[in-house]
Nanobody, 115 residues
Framework: QVQLVESGGGLVQPGGSLRLSCAASRSIFSIYYMGWYRQAPGNQRELVASITSGGRTNYVDSVKGRFTISRDNAKNTIYLQMNSVKPEDTAVYYC?????????WGQGTQVTVSS
């Protein structure tokens, strides 16, 4: 079992920055894949960024150059640094971990980009 708790969401102005955190209930050293997803009202949940235990990252095209995913194995936490945010980044952001052939999800954190 892996419990995931997201934090760091909130209201931010266009062009601003925000950092999301996802704390895991167990060591993430052995978790090969972790990622951030988002879901806006009326839309399907989509992958935003992912990172492997080896540090390989992947981003959806719409956030490339603006968002950075990272992981701190010592703190059992992954992060999503969001820079130059846009109104279309508004969504609930979810943390995901794939461990022992199972998907685990956090409860989500709301990010609203508005002036």
């Amino acid at each position: 079992q892996v419990q995931l708790v997201e934090s760091g969401g909130g209201l931010v102005q266009p062009g601003g920055s925000l950092r999301l955190s996802c704390a895991a209930s167990r060591s993430i050293f052995s978790i090969y894949y972790m990622g951030w997803y988002r879901q806006a009202p009326g839309n399907q949940r989509e992958l935003v960024a992912s990172i492997t235990s080896g540090g390989r990252t992947n981003y959806v095209d719409s956030v490339k150059g603006r968002f950075t995913i990272s992981r701190d194995n010592a703190k059992n936490t992954i992060y999503l640094q969001m820079n130059s945010v846009k109104p279309e980044d508004t969504a609930v952001y979810y943390c995901n971990a794939v461990y022992s052939f199972r998907d685990f999800w956090g409860q989500g954190t709301q990010v609203t980009v508005s002036s």
